[in-house]
């Protein structure tokens, strides 16, 4: 089974709109991490934003906030206010306390129009 | 402030040639990881270690070899090269501890193309 499972594999948005890219997870283990990182088409991996299975506040960072819902095993970010600079793909990534490695999602491309 | 480090950036290779890409790190985090990305698809982890000396397999470590001598260098070696093994590769490390919030911090990649 998936690990991480994005459904979105494109996404539009308008400037100055918000949008939210989903992303649903799979694990039994109680502690575990939960990541949005931003690929620009340069390529690079930007880091964005993270929620633990323990936190109770859903993480915002700046225009970026997270909807945690862990009955529903979901993380989607939202992100506010687009920008043009936002067009990118999104992935989600997970990682278990108990383990090293992270899972990724297929990814989310955004185009962010005008 | 250089972060994760990766050389070189571009490189075309025929069917069969060997070659290493570097990686290196200068926060001297215990934890790297190695990652291809196929176009239009996510992360597939390769091989990751937890500290000099010690590697893993990920989930596709099928002609690849890996060694960490040092914390720094974690550096990926193709031996056979294949066509399939056209891809961009990412090299990532974390800081060691606090549960699962650490993230990874990646390098800007390396595009490889087998022909």
């Known amino acids: 089974a998936q690990k991480i499972t994005q459904t979105q594999p494109g996404m539009f948005v308008q400037e100055k709109e918000a949008v939210t890219l989903d992303c649903t997870y799979d694990?039994?283990?109680?502690?575990?991490?939960l990541f949005w990182y931003k690929q620009p088409s340069s390529g690079e991996m930007i880091f964005l934003i993270y929620?633990?299975?323990?936190?109770?506040q859903n993480a915002t960072e700046g225009r970026y906030s997270l909807n945690f819902q862990k009955a529903r095993k979901s993380a989607n970010l939202v992100i506010s206010a687009s920008q043009l600079g936002d067009s990118a793909m999104y992935f989600c990534?997970?990682?278990?306390?108990?383990?090293?490695?992270?899972?990724f999602g297929t990814g989310t491309s955004l185009t962010v129009i005008p | 402030n250089a972060g994760v480090t990766q050389t070189p950036k571009f490189r075309i290779l025929k069917i069969g040639q060997s070659m290493t890409l570097q990686c290196t790190q200068d926060?001297?985090?215990?934890?790297m990881y190695w990652y291809r990305q196929d176009p239009g698809m996510g992360l597939k982890l390769i091989y990751y270690?937890?500290?000099?000396?010690?590697?893993d397999k990920g989930e596709v470590p099928n002609g690849y070899n890996v060694s960490r001598s040092t914390t720094e260098d974690f550096p990926l070696r193709l031996e056979l090269a294949a066509p399939s093994q056209t891809s961009v590769y990412f090299c990532?490390?974390?800081?060691?501890?606090?549960?699962?919030?650490?993230?990874?911090?990646f390098g800007d990649g390396t595009r490889l193309s087998i022909l």
């Open positions: 929620q633990g299975s323990y936190d109770e």
């Open positions: 990532a490390s974390r800081q060691q501890g606090a549960g699962p919030r650490r993230p990874q911090h």
């Open positions: 990534a997970m990682r278990e306390s108990a383990g090293n490695q992270f899972y």
């Open positions: 926060m001297n985090h215990n934890y």
């Open positions: 270690s937890v500290g000099a000396g010690i590697t």
């Open positions: 694990t039994s283990d109680q502690s575990y991490g």
